[in-house]
């Protein structure tokens, strides 16, 4: 039985527009692929530690913050870092680029 993760994938596409499009892309872009900013480039030099760190500074800020779309802003932060990671994961195992699992 397949069941419905329409609204999970849609938080997923907002989290890759806010990389691709928004604060991640400006900030830290440099016009550069995912793969080849800072977001990676750290974790090949220091490890998982700075992501683990990074999304644990955000989830802190979360508490600070009283509207819902900087709550949710930082929520979408966080998962774009949890991606990094796993990107960063798999390259190190050796198993290469990310891949889409067969269903």
Not at 3 to 11: R, T
Not at 54 to 75: C, F, M, R, S
């Amino acid at each position: 039985m397949i069941y419905d993760y329409s609204e999970l994938a849609k938080v997923l596409v907002r989290a890759h527009c806010r990389a691709s499009n928004g604060k991640g892309s400006e900030r830290h872009g440099d016009e550069k692929p995912f793969n080849d900013q800072w977001i990676l480039r750290g974790q090949r030099s220091f490890g998982l530690g700075g992501i683990q760190f990074q999304i644990g500074k955000k989830n802190e800020e979360i508490n600070n913050l009283l509207e819902t779309e900087a709550k949710v802003n930082e929520l979408l932060d966080i998962i774009v870092y949890a991606a990094a990671g796993i990107i960063y994961l798999e390259e190190k195992s050796g198993n290469g680029k990310t891949t889409m699992p067969s269903v």
